[in-house]
């Protein structure tokens, strides 16, 4: 029997198995971006559960997507295939590489049947407009795979703003109750923990291995939507360089493969032989089979963090801004020898070690002792470049480098501590309450991307201009510093004709400038004057009187039904502050 009358079969069999439901779209507010989104935006692969069979559409796979079949017709499935002639040498070699892509899959099966589990994940996250309330809770499934020391990996955007999360392993139909031990979502990963030994029995850990090289199989295995059965798809190694993570909004290295990964398949391996090589987690919308996998030097950076801290440590930043250098007009006028190459600094951030040791208008010669191209790149293995933020992303919080720098003509050699720098505007706030102060009927917010992403999946052309603005580019001055914003008045006889200064940043309260939103709450809490004044954008100021403005809150509370007036963060804050005044008073 020909190899092509053995394929045909073996897909007749499987024709029912073979459908694919069409993707489900993903929540906006699992796609937070520094960014506009680009044309074709990345997007996790996490879907809400499926609904039961019978509700499903499916669409059969048409004879052009099997083009191995070597049929002189395009006939139905299960005919005979025609008699072929003497295979040529070169037809040949094409089904020795099939058969060990075959080979390859059923060995990454094997591998995997006791290794990678299903994650089910109970969430529920924050009403951002409403933030002294949650959205309604959701369900959502993904993959995971088992490494050393009975833990779990997978992607960080599978148990976001979790309540309950549930395991499975293949053949089983219990589901076991999962713990989350860490959760990084800058880099999309988490590690999962489950206290039963039942679980465990039969069980076995996956090794990881090393970054593949270009044109390498590699097998994805998972849970995609489309059935309820571990899967297997196949596909090759593309490209390998920093790419936007849709779920943290950061610039970290991935791999770029060819297979079909689908909603579902977030958290689980991709398997190289027999070892990882990644962790499914993103795919690029609107194109055919690209999708993405976390590579194991970002995998190992993130569990080495959690072993030696005890939690997610985060990635480090070299906290600056930088210009290629590639008009040779631009390298002359700074004092660039032929023979020298780098990049121009033309930010740095004022919370980061750099902005005590360099200046705007330095060039960046050298990182560690690698020499920096024009373009902002430095060598990565055969032939290959990559940007040089992947060398700053792979120190360890508080680890020194080495950076040479040419300034005013001359070289300089500067030693430069790194550690992760947050941003003055949240770019996501997973697994965590949203900060919020009610007086008056006055709800004050730190601005948040979060916040924006509310308006809707168009949300940098829906939100408001001036803070979405701010959210993409003001640099923070000083650590704890927030952009306090009057997100809503909830009407009431003390606001009346203050309704249309919503969406405005808070900037002085009684003349003092507002740091964060715990301060204008102390500001605000321990006022003793007549009269509450606030400074906002626009030169626009609010005045109430303080005592008919603390008895509104009450009554605007409970016909609003808030239990609160502020959220648990600064209220905590409160009951300390007047705790230490007491004891000073006794």
């Known amino acids: ?15 029912s198995s073979s459908r694919s439901l069409r993707r489900l779209p993903i929540h906006p507010s699992t796609l937070p971006s520094p ?12 879907p809400a559960l499926l609904p039961r069979l ?7 796979i048409s004879c052009a997507s099997t083009p191995s079949l070597r049929l002189g017709e395009c006939g139905a499935l299960g005919t005979p295939a025609i008699p072929e002639a003497e295979k040529s040498e070169g037809e040949e070699e094409v089904e020795s590489a099939a058969a060990r892509h075959d080979t390859d899959a059923f060995a990454a099966v094997e591998l995997a049947l006791d290794s990678v589990v299903k994650v089910f994940t109970v969430s529920s996250g924050p009403n951002y407009f409403l933030p002294w309330q949650n959205k309604a809770q959701r369900e959502s499934m993904g993959s995971g795979f088992v490494i050393s020391g009975r833990r779990i990996v997978t992607n960080a955007h599978v148990v976001a703003d979790h309540t309950f999360v549930l395991v499975r392993k293949h053949g089983s139909p219990t589901k076991y109750k999962a713990e989350v031990q860490a959760v990084g979502h800058e880099c999309d990963l988490a590690l999962l923990t ?11 850990s996956l090794d990881l291995g090393d970054i593949p090289f270009l044109q390498e199989a590699v097998a994805v295995v998972g849970y995609p939507q489309g059935g309820d059965n571990i899967s297997v798809t196949k596909g090759v190694v593309s490209r390998v360089e920093p790419t936007q993570y849709a779920h943290g909004a950061t610039q970290l290295m991935a791999i770029q493969i060819d297979a079909a990964i689908n909603p579902g398949n977030s958290g689980g391996p991709a398997i190289m032989g027999d070892k990882v090589a990644g962790v499914a987690f993103q795919n690029l919308s609107g194109a055919e089979n690209i999708g993405y996998i976390i590579p194991v030097p970002i995998i190992n950076r993130f569990i080495s963090g959690v072993e030696e801290s005890g939690k997610y440590s985060g990635f480090c930043s070299l906290g600056i801004s930088c210009q290629a250098t590639e008009n ?4 002359e006028c700074f004092g660039m020898r032929p023979e020298m190459t780098g990049v121009l600094v033309s930010r740095i951030n004022p919370l980061s070690d750099a902005y005590k040791v360099l200046r705007k208008d330095d060039i960046l010669l050298e990182f560690d002792g690698v020499p920096i ?5 430095v060598p990565f293995r055969n032939r290959e470049r990559i940007t040089f933020d992947h060398l700053v992303s792979m120190k360890k919080p508080e680890e020194t480098s080495v950076i040479k720098v040419l300034r005013d003509g001359k070289e300089h050699e500067l030693n430069v501590t790194l550690r992760p720098l947050q941003p003055l505007v949240p770019v996501h706030q997973f697994d965590k309450l949203p900060s919020y102060y009610i007086f008056a009927g006055f709800v004050f917010i ?3 991307q979060p916040y924006l992403h509310e308006f809707g999946e168009d949300w940098y052309n829906t939100s408001p201009r001036r803070l979405c603005e701010r959210a993409l580019r003001e640099l923070p001055k000083k650590a704890g510093q927030q952009l306090v914003i009057l997100s809503q008045v909830l009407m009431d006889d003390i606001n009346v004709g203050y309704e ?13 400038e507002v740091e964060n939103l715990k301060h204008l709450c102390s500001i605000v809490e321990g006022c003793t004057e007549e009269n509450l004044r606030f400074d906002l954008d626009d030169e626009r100021v609010i005045v109430l009187k303080f005592q008919n403005a603390k008895l509104a809150t009450s009554r605007i509370l409970k016909r609003h039904r808030i239990p609160s007036a502020m959220s648990n963060d600064l209220s905590d804050e409160q009951a300390s502050n007047g705790e230490t005044e007491a004891s000073c008073t006794n």
């Open 1 to 15: 029997m020909h190899a092509s009358a053995r394929l045909l079969r073996r897909l007749s069999s499987s024709s």
């Open 446 to 448: 730190p601005l948040t």
């Open 35 to 46: 960014h506009p989104p680009p044309l074709l935006p990345l997007r996790t692969l996490t």
């Open 328 to 331: 040779i007009q631009i390298r």
């Open 500 to 512: 249309r200064l919503a969406e405005l940043q808070v900037k002085k309260v009684n003349g003092v």
């Open 373 to 377: 191209a024009n373009d902002g790149t």
């Open 194 to 204: 489950v206290e039963s030994e039942e679980f465990w029995e039969g069980m076995n």
């Open 54 to 60: 019978a509700g499903r559409r499916f669409s059969t």
